[in-house]
């Protein structure tokens, strides 16, 4: 009984009193007879608790006693506890914040601190009223001030897309976007060839400049221009394109599906043609004739026939009539049908041989499509 009494007693004897007792610090390598084994200030027991190394000072190896990084809160086992590139110990020497990538809290970190020259515990180095960040950005020298020109060239205080010196050469302000309060920015407004100091009730944002259905203020929201129908140059008015769930910033919708007025005629047809989308009694003008072609000439695919040629090949496609929708080096797109007035064309083949073409007819094809074809009426680029 005396001896299982002293067997438990050596288990629990802790010699140095630092927390850990005599067997376990055996295990763990420290010095069960004293208790701070590697003279960091820190008992061994207390290492163990703050998760750093009882066997080594700098546990990390970033030339700061585990003590010390315990009293400033860094990580003991992590040389750059903010990860900004600088290790903590190089940081407490310089006087910044270990733990803090922007000491400074000017927009540029530490270590791009150290790279410009600029001080990493002052905002504005230069005292100039700009911080070191707005200066990098607009490209003014941050350890140099910045003078009233400088400042007035670069700068845009109000984003609204104009600088400084223009806002103050146009008698804007230069410390707020909207200096008519009309709901556009300034910037947007002199894009626009509008008066940004005139507010014209045509101008408000719960109005449609441009009539394309949108209100100004949505077309600001959305990121189309309240000055154009057709932001995107599509052939569709942006208020159409948003209300069929299309991108009015985007010119790559399709157009071919949509006919307003139902004439057989879509949209952008009209657009090009000059007649209203939305009035079913307007057509084109008809066409300028085009002169018949040459049919003793021979096209090879470097040629470059036009779009809207027609061709009949007779290697590849017999006799019959076809239309070419684009003409590249060693790549034609054939399509084998005919297409009728105003039908979208459909490219139902790839070739990609080198077929000779025979002759080339335009008198066939609806005069919409004979538009299409080289200008100089021969055919060929």
Same mark, same amino acid.
């Given at each position: 009984?005396?001896?299982?009494?002293?067997?438990? =007693?050596?288990?629990?004897?802790?010699?140095?009193?630092?927390?850990?007792?005599?067997?376990?610090?055996?295990?763990?390598?420290?010095?069960?007879?004293?208790?701070?084994?590697?003279?960091?200030?820190?008992?061994?027991?207390? &290492?163990?608790?703050?998760?750093?190394?009882?066997?080594?000072?700098?546990? *990390?190896?970033?030339?700061?006693?585990?003590?010390? %990084?315990?009293?400033?809160?860094?990580?003991?086992?992590?040389?750059? /506890?903010?990860?900004?590139?600088?290790?903590?110990?190089?940081?407490?020497?310089?006087?910044?914040?270990?733990?803090?990538?922007?000491?400074?809290?000017?927009?540029?970190?530490?270590?791009?601190?150290?790279?410009?020259?600029?001080?990493?515990?002052?905002?504005?180095?230069?005292?100039?009223?700009?911080?070191?960040?707005?200066?990098?950005?607009?490209?003014?020298?941050?350890?140099?001030?910045?003078?009233?020109? !400088?400042?007035?060239?670069?700068?845009?205080?109000?984003?609204?897309?104009?600088?400084?010196?223009?806002?103050?050469?146009?008698?804007?302000?230069?410390?707020?976007?909207? =200096?008519?309060?009309?709901?556009?920015?300034?910037?947007?407004?002199?894009?626009?060839?509008?008066?940004?100091?005139?507010?014209?009730?045509? /101008?408000?944002?719960?109005?449609?400049?441009?009539?394309?259905?949108?209100?100004?203020?949505?077309?600001?929201?959305?990121?189309? #221009?309240?000055?154009?129908?057709?932001?995107?140059?599509?052939?569709?008015?942006?208020? @159409?394109?948003?209300?069929?769930?299309?991108?009015? +910033?985007?010119?790559?919708?399709?157009?071919?599906?949509?006919?307003?007025?139902?004439?057989?005629?879509?949209?952008?047809?009209?657009?090009?043609?000059?007649?209203?989308?939305?009035?079913?009694?307007?057509?084109?003008?008809?066409?300028?004739?085009?002169?018949?072609? #040459? +049919?003793?000439?021979?096209? +090879?695919? *470097?040629?470059?026939?036009?779009?809207?040629?027609?061709?009949?090949?007779?290697?590849?496609?017999?006799?019959? =009539?076809?239309?070419?929708? $684009?003409?590249?080096? !060693?790549? @034609?797109?054939?399509?084998?049908? $005919?297409?009728?007035? @105003?039908?979208?064309?459909?490219? %139902?083949?790839?070739?990609?041989?080198?077929?000779?073409?025979?002759?080339?007819?335009?008198? &066939?094809?609806?005069?919409?499509?004979?538009?299409?074809?080289?200008?100089?009426?021969?055919?060929?680029?």
């Amino acid at each position: 009984m005396a001896q299982q009494s002293a067997k438990a =007693s050596n288990k629990s004897k802790d010699s140095d009193r630092d927390g850990i007792t005599d067997a376990k610090e055996r295990r763990l390598g420290t010095d069960p007879h004293d208790g701070d084994t590697d003279d960091d200030g820190l008992d061994d027991g207390e &290492e163990l608790e703050f998760g750093s190394d009882p066997t080594q000072w700098d546990s *990390d190896g970033d030339g700061v006693h585990d003590l010390e %990084e315990h009293q400033v809160g860094t990580n003991p086992n992590r040389k750059d /506890t903010d990860r900004d590139g600088i290790s903590d110990g190089a940081e407490l020497s310089a006087g910044t914040n270990p733990k803090r990538k922007d000491t400074d809290g000017d927009g540029l970190s530490d270590r791009e601190e150290r790279k410009l020259g600029t001080n990493p515990k002052r905002s504005d180095t230069d005292g100039d009223g700009y911080t070191d960040n707005s200066e990098v950005f607009a490209g003014t020298d941050p350890l140099a001030k910045t003078t009233e020109a !400088e400042r007035l060239h670069h700068y845009d205080l109000d984003g609204d897309g104009l600088s400084d010196r223009d806002e103050q050469r146009r008698g804007t302000a230069i410390d707020n976007a909207d =200096s008519d309060g009309d709901g556009l920015d300034d910037g947007m407004e002199v894009k626009a060839g509008l008066d940004p100091l005139d507010a014209n009730s045509r /101008t408000s944002r719960v109005f449609d400049l441009d009539g394309d259905g949108l209100l100004n203020g949505d077309e600001l929201r959305i990121g189309t #221009d309240p000055t154009r129908r057709d932001s995107d140059g599509d052939g569709l008015d942006d208020g @159409f394109e948003k209300m069929h769930g299309l991108d009015p +910033t985007s010119a790559s919708n399709s157009w071919q599906q949509y006919d307003h007025d139902g004439d057989g005629l879509d949209d952008r047809t009209e657009n090009r043609g000059g007649t209203n989308r939305y009035d079913a009694n307007e057509y084109p003008a008809s066409p300028t004739p085009v002169p018949a072609p #040459d +049919t003793s000439m021979e096209a +090879t695919p *470097d040629q470059d026939l036009s779009i809207g040629a027609p061709i009949t090949d007779a290697d590849a496609l017999g006799a019959q =009539s076809t239309l070419l929708r $684009e003409a590249l080096p !060693e790549q @034609f797109a054939i399509v084998v049908d $005919e297409p009728q007035a @105003f039908e979208p064309v459909q490219v %139902e083949e790839p070739f990609v041989e080198e077929p000779f073409v025979e002759e080339l007819f335009v008198d &066939e094809l609806p005069d919409l499509i004979e538009l299409d074809v080289d200008s100089n009426g021969d055919y060929f680029a």
